[in-house]
């Protein structure tokens, strides 16, 4: 069965159903989160409430910065739109939610596969992998022949020759990907509740665990309705338009 790989969903609850229904039509039964659950969004309780459920069921989720300032101090670089959704997400999750997040872990190892937020050199470092330089990076600081992480907001796919060349392309939704076992892979999903590629609809993607067989997937879901319940929820304006306009 399908495993469906979803990153940044940001408190989004329309783009997480959204993405959860339309996996779960291509026969997805596992579900891995990779970090960002809360933060930017108005439905940050029902969100986690979501993904609590799901991990019970055998599923996985991993930390996102956005998640660690919940309960530790956030980091200075964190733009102030970002700190005060922060604050707001604080007030509006019971202890149980943020006992949720202080349990999870950095990076997840599941076979040969990692899962992890920002990058598996300094995962609590939370730097971004932008390019191919900080992909061979993240692809020579692993034994794992594919690495799955999120925090970029664009979907993205990486892949090391056994001659040491990093490439990459932009995928396009619906494709089938093989991941060459003769190859190192670095799969970046997209966020599905915050795109910031210039297309509004939610982002993820799914393996094909067996035949190693990736698809990446565009989800269009009411981001005007997100949109609206941000700015009821008193949260920065500009969060509500980069769901409306995908940046």
């Known amino acids: 069965m399908p495993i469906a790989l979803m ?3 940001h408190a989004n609850l329309e783009a997480l159903e959204s993405c959860l229904v339309h996996a779960r039509e291509r026969d997805a039964q596992r579900f891995v989160f990779l970090g960002d659950h ?11 409430e979501t993904i609590m459920g799901l991990v019970e069921r055998g599923s996985l989720a991993v930390l996102g910065n956005h998640d660690a300032a919940i309960f530790e101090p956030p980091r200075r670089e964190m733009q102030p739109e970002a700190l005060r959704a922060i604050e707001w997400t604080r007030r509006h999750l019971n202890r149980e939610q943020v006992e949720f997040l202080t349990r999870l872990p950095l990076q997840v190892e599941d076979g040969a596969r990692l899962y992890v937020h920002a990058n598996p050199w300094a995962p609590r470092g ?4 932008h390019g191919p330089r900080e992909a061979e990076r993240s692809l020579r600081a692993t034994p794992h022949s594919q690495t799955f992480c999120g925090h970029v907001h664009e979907p993205a796919l990486y892949h090391r020759t056994s001659a040491g060349r990093v490439t990459s392309f932009r995928p396009v939704p619906g494709a089938r990907i093989p991941l060459v076992a003769s190859r190192r892979w670095l799969v970046l999903p997209g966020s599905v509740g915050q795109p910031r590629d210039g297309i509004p609809a939610a982002s993820y993607a799914l393996l094909e665990p067996r035949s190693n067989v990736l698809s990446f997937h565009r989800v269009p879901y ?3 309705a997100a949109a609206r319940k941000v700015r009821a929820a008193g949260l920065p304006a500009h969060l509500s338009t980069r769901l409306e306009i995908g940046v």
């Open 7 to 9: 990153a940044d969903v």
């Open 38 to 48: 809360v933060g930017y969004g108005a439905d940050p309780g029902a969100v986690l």
């Open 126 to 129: 939370w730097e971004y992998i």
């Open 222 to 224: 009411d981001f005007e």
